[in-house]
């Protein structure tokens, strides 16, 4: 029997996606968990999606809300692609308004109706906040193609990009605390560091091999702190 079982419902990052700069293509790496975490055996059940969203991440949770109970803790790792915009749409459109995939006041509430609906079924969720981005990497992935004048005329500036991503974060950060959910803080991880770009992909948004390196690291220290090891 396993010394540890948890679960993960996430996006990519929590399916751990690196983008390989020579192909242009994503990848999923491979990960010893039972090193991270200390324990001779750890089982973890996997339920993120690419491109996933917290309406998404709630219908995942739903779909195997059953289950639950099996694992010591649910981790949430949602958020990051609730914050993004259509590019596309707002490259050829630069003077209209453009909502988020999620609004920020939907992100809240569908993100504590997942929070209780893993509660009721008797889980024990614990949220991982956001990474940071590189807003000029980032910037220049998504608008390959598309007129990035317009993006730019729309945005403002480039580092409007990271700062709407921080207000996510922050939401998280204060959800965690209204509903006393242990959180995970992935973000402070990469910030500490000078050049923490050096973490992330060509696209500014995933982690690379690195980077992931730290974020396990990270969740492994805080997740045994939590739980008093």
């Not at 790496?29 to 059940?45: C, H, Q, S, T």
């Not at 990051?80 to 909502?99: Q, S």
């Not at 193609?145 to 700062?163: E, F, H």
């Amino acid at each position: 029997m396993s010394l540890i079982d948890i679960c993960v419902f996430g996006d990519s990052i929590g399916k751990g996606i690196v983008l390989q700069p020579e192909t242009s293509q994503y990848k999923i790496i491979r990960v010893n968990f039972e090193k991270i975490f200390g324990f001779k055996e750890v089982n973890i059940k996997n339920y993120s999606m690419f491109g996933c969203t917290v309406s998404k991440g709630l219908s995942n949770v739903e779909r195997h809300a059953t289950e639950l109970t099996k694992y010591k803790n649910i981790f949430l790792e949602l958020g990051g692609n609730d914050c993004d915009f259509n590019w596309k749409e707002i490259a050829e459109n630069p003077g209209k308004e453009h909502l988020p995939k999620t609004p920020i006041i939907e992100f809240r509430r569908l993100y504590e109706n997942l929070i209780e609906e893993i509660r009721n079924n008797s889980g024990s969720p614990i949220m991982i906040n956001l990474p940071p981005i590189d807003p000029e990497r980032y910037f220049n992935w998504i608008s390959k193609g598309l007129n990035k004048k317009g993006i730019l005329q729309w945005l403002g500036d480039v580092n409007m990009i990271y700062r709407w991503q921080e207000m996510y974060n922050v939401e998280i950060m204060l959800l965690a605390t209204k509903m006393s959910v242990p959180i995970i803080d992935i973000r402070s991880a990469f910030l500490k560091h000078n050049n923490y770009n050096e973490f992330l992909c060509l696209d500014g948004i995933h982690p690379n091999s690195d980077g992931y390196e730290l974020i396990y690291k990270t969740v492994g220290e805080q997740y045994m702190f939590t739980k008093g090891y």
